[in-house]
Structures are given as structure tokens and as C-alpha cells.
């Protein structure tokens, strides 16, 4: 069977198809990003009503081979994932792209990867026939339907849409292209469903409380929680005043808070002049930002009652002692 192969020509209307084979077959790591998904109702091309889906590509780079028709993402190669419901379809695709070819690399490898449970599905070559390097838009002018091409729909039977980039020859640089930002790719799809995460930090205020001068301040955790049905993801923290991000459960950033789970950052207060102190500690999370505030202060250590009455039996002891000595000198 031949892989299908969705590639624009110049004329944005205009698909071809081809057979094509490519790398060997290897695992890449998942990123969840239902964040950057998003969607309209409206007729697909040949009439029928669908849900039409923007996903952002922007910055994705190609460097590895694509795979054969069937076969996973290659290793080393992030994916885009999107959980559009069990038996969910997609009739079309559209796209609008800035192509960026680098070193000896042509516009024409860089490539999409359209993947369902069975492996690779479909590729999206954007640039078709640019043997020519730099960067170059492309875009089809609206949704090219599957099935008008000699393509079956895209069956989603987990429900899951995996996007992956890849190169159609390797030229020996790293990256061989990129679609670079703005660049999306849009589907057409039928009996889709779509969540939406709810992410949200448990406690918005963080205390420190008041510490003496040159004394320990513990660190604080602050527990972020994912309550609605998608993942969403989380991006690196923004944090203003004396305070830092010393650990905690959280993932590097960027990172995917699957629904209904949590994670933990934990914050230190580096402040060491003595006042009152404040910040914030905003990460952006299923493409909202979500803030929580931090406090604490250093006061100037003063003795107890009780130090006070040790310096004093210490201080009349010494003199005493100076008399004695002065005495016996005499």
C-alpha cells in the first residue's frame, strides 16, 4: 500500500499524490498540547458539516527521516497530541506555513506526519518542488478535502491525533528546516469532541512568615492542579521579588499537566535585608496565565528578657572579677 502523501503544489488548489518510504521506525516523546488547539463549526468541501481545528506548528523544526507509511515517530522527534474523541475523523486539511529551509536542505523535504493508532497516516509537504533554501510562505487557501484526493478519511479510534515533523532527506545540518512562526496546519473533522484543561494553583497566597536576621526561612510549596478533562501546557515560571524555584514534583518547563493530576514547585525566599518583602509567581497554563503571591520579612534580632538578664549576671561577674584582680594587684 502506498503511503499517502498530501503535497501542495504552487498553486494552492492544486494536491498531488505519491508513494513515498522513508526512515526506520522508533518511539518519540509525547507532548499533550490541547492548549493550542482550537475550532470553529463549519462545512468541509464537500458539504458535510465538521469541526474545522487550527494547530499552531509554529518553531517546530524537521531533522530526522520520515517514516514509512504505519510506522511511528521517529526517536528523538517531538509529537503533538490532541484527544479528539473515540471515532472521530478528519476529512480535510489546510495550512498556512512559513517554511524555512537551512544549509543545503530544500524547502520541499520539510514535512508534516499525520498519525492515528496505526502509525503514520498522511504527510503535509508544503513546499513541493522548491529546491530553493531560506524561507518561503505557503498556504493552501482553505481546507483540502481527503477524499476528493483519493484519500480515506483519517479514522481515530483511540481518539487521538498525533502530529509529528520530519525531513524528506537528510543534508547533514541540524536543523534541516523549520516551520517557523506564524505556521498552522487546520483539519477538518467529524464527530470530534474536544476538552479543555482547568488549571489553577490550590492556594493563590503564599506567606514565608517573619524571620530574624542571618535566620532559616523554609521553603514553600506551591501545588498546581489540572481539574478539567484535557491536558494542558504549562510553561516555565515568571517569578518577581526576592524568591526562586529551587525544586519541587513539577517537570521541567515546558512541560503537559494531564486532567485531573497535580504537581508541586518549590519556592525559597532569598531576600537577607531586614523588611517586608513581596512577589508573584505566575506560570502560564493552558494558554492562561495563573498567579499566586508570595510574602515574607526579616526583622532585626532583638535578645529575650531572659538573654537580656544573661548578659547582665555576665557583665556584673566580669566587673567583679576586674575589681578582685585590681585588689590583689594592689
Not at 518511539?27 to 470553529?40: A, E, I, N, Y
Not at 481545528?53 to 523544526?61: M, P, T
Not at 481527503?146 to 478519511?153: A, E, Q, T
Not at 524568591?243 to 485531573?260: E, K, Q
Amino acid at each position: 500500500m502506498l503511503l499517502r502523501t498530501l503535497i501542495a503544489a504552487t498553486l494552492a488548489s492544486t494536491v498531488f499524490l505519491s508513494g513515498a518510504a522513508f526512515a526506520a521506525k522508533g518511539d518519540g516523546p509525547s507532548r499533550t498540547l490541547d492548549s493550542h488547539l482550537f475550532g470553529t463549526v463549519g462545512p468541509s468541501p464537500d458539504g458535510a458539516t465538521t469541526d474545522q481545528f487550527d494547530i499552531d506548528i509554529g518553531g517546530q523544526q524537521t531533522f530526522v527521516a520520515c517514516p514509512a507509511f504505519n510506522e511511528e515517530p521517529p526517536a528523538g522527534q517531538p509529537v503533538l497530541t490532541f484527544d479528539l474523541g473515540a471515532g472521530a475523523e478528519v476529512t480535510a486539511v489546510g495550512w498556512d506555513t512559513l517554511v524555512t529551509a537551512f544549509g543545503a536542505s530544500w524547502r520541499s523535504e520539510a514535512t508534516v506526519g499525520f498519525y492515528n493508532a496505526d502509525g503514520l497516516y498522511l504527510t503535509l509537504a508544503p513546499g513541493t518542488d522548491d529546491s530553493s533554501g531560506g524561507p518561503t510562505a505557503y498556504a493552501s487557501g482553505g481546507l483540502v478535502d481527503l477524499s476528493d484526493n483519493g484519500i480515506p478519511n483519517m479514522v481515530l479510534s483511540d481518539g487521538m491525533l498525533r502530529l509529528s515533523f520530519c525531513e524528506g532527506f537528510l543534508d547533514g545540518v541540524n536543523p534541516d528546516g523549520e516551520f517557523t512562526a506564524p505556521s498552522s496546519v487546520t483539519i477538518g473533522c467529524m464527530n470530534c469532541t474536544l476538552g479543555s484543561p482547568d488549571i489553577s494553583f490550590d492556594i493563590p497566597n503564599i506567606g514565608f512568615g517573619s524571620t530574624a536576621s542571618g535566620g532559616t526561612v523554609p521553603n514553600q510549596f506551591i501545588t498546581i492542579t489540572n481539574n478539567g478533562d484535557a491536558a494542558g501546557t504549562v510553561l516555565a515560571p515568571v517569578i518577581t521579588g526576592p524568591f526562586a524555584l529551587v525544586g519541587g514534583t513539577c517537570p521541567a518547563a515546558p512541560f503537559d499537566l494531564a486532567a485531573m493530576s497535580s504537581c508541586t514547585f518549590e519556592v525559597a525566599f532569598t531576600g537577607n535585608a531586614v523588611g517586608n518583602f513581596s512577589g508573584t509567581f505566575t506560570v502560564n497554563a493552558g494558554g492562561a496565565d495563573i498567579t499566586a503571591s508570595l510574602a515574607g520579612s526579616i526583622f532585626v534580632s532583638v535578645p529575650t528578657n531572659s538573654n537580656w538578664a544573661l548578659a547582665a549576671l555576665i557583665g556584673v561577674l566580669g566587673l567583679v572579677a576586674g575589681l578582685v584582680l585590681v585588689r590583689r594587684n594592689a
